[in-house]
């Protein structure tokens, strides 16, 4: 959030939104983005009227938010840099749990229950791959993912790693899939 933005808290900034319904600005790298696509379910979630200023990329978007011409953007990792030189006031982190590299810094879910929305990366392989390749791709994955000097990394990062098996990860893509789903159809988004 912009430091200028009079809301301190997620408390405060949803009493706020709450009291001039459509008058906090809400950039996003653009329509269907990440960032675009988190603050609608935080609308959806809250009950929130928030217009949403979509541009081409984050990086404009960010441009405007650090220059006051917008209020809030849900950022992404990169915005962890902003935040610790004191040229972004973080709200809350939309992660499950607290964040290691912030570990200060509240969840939304803390305000809003339920609410959770992370960024993943995953690897994938053609439909017909041999199940042993699969299995071995897997461990030596999970293996990596478990190194200390990986997880430092992905922690500084910003970034949490899930080790697991592949019929876990092929459950969190259904999972996510129909949820951001339900965002998309709140939220009326078309594309282009």
């Keep these: 959030m912009n430091p200028s933005f009079p809301a301190k808290t997620v408390r405060q900034f949803i009493a706020y939104a709450k009291a001039d319904?459509?008058?906090?600005?809400?950039?996003?790298?653009?329509?269907?983005?990440?960032?675009?696509?988190a603050g609608e379910l935080f609308k959806l979630m809250a009950g929130l009227n928030i217009m949403h200023v979509p541009y081409?990329?984050?990086?404009?978007?960010m441009t405007d938010l650090l220059g006051g011409a917008e209020d809030v953007m849900f950022g992404s990792v990169s915005s962890i840099e902003y935040i610790r030189a004191g040229k972004l006031r973080p709200l809350a982190v939309t992660t499950a749990a607290?964040?290691?590299?912030?570990?200060?810094?509240?969840?939304?879910?803390?305000?809003?229950?339920?609410?959770?929305?992370?960024?993943?990366?995953?690897?994938g392989?053609?439909?017909?791959?041999?199940?042993?390749?699969?299995?071995?791709?897997?461990?030596?994955?999970?293996v990596a993912l478990a190194d200390p000097k990986i997880k430092a990394e992905l922690t500084n990062l910003g970034c949490t790693a899930l080790i697991g098996r592949p019929a876990d990860f092929g459950r969190l893509i259904?999972?996510?899939?129909?949820k951001w789903g339900k965002v998309v159809k709140f939220a009326g988004i078309k594309a282009d």
């Design 21 to 37: 319904p459509g008058k906090i600005s809400m950039a996003s790298g653009g329509v269907g983005s990440g960032n675009h696509l």
């Design 56 to 61: 081409r990329g984050e990086a404009p978007a």
């Design 98 to 123: 607290r964040s290691e590299v912030l570990p200060e810094i509240p969840t939304v879910g803390d305000f809003v229950p339920g609410y959770e929305e992370s960024s993943f990366f995953g690897v």
């Design 125 to 142: 392989a053609p439909r017909n791959t041999p199940g042993e390749i699969i299995d071995r791709l897997n461990a030596e994955i999970n």
């Design 174 to 178: 259904a999972e996510e899939t129909a």
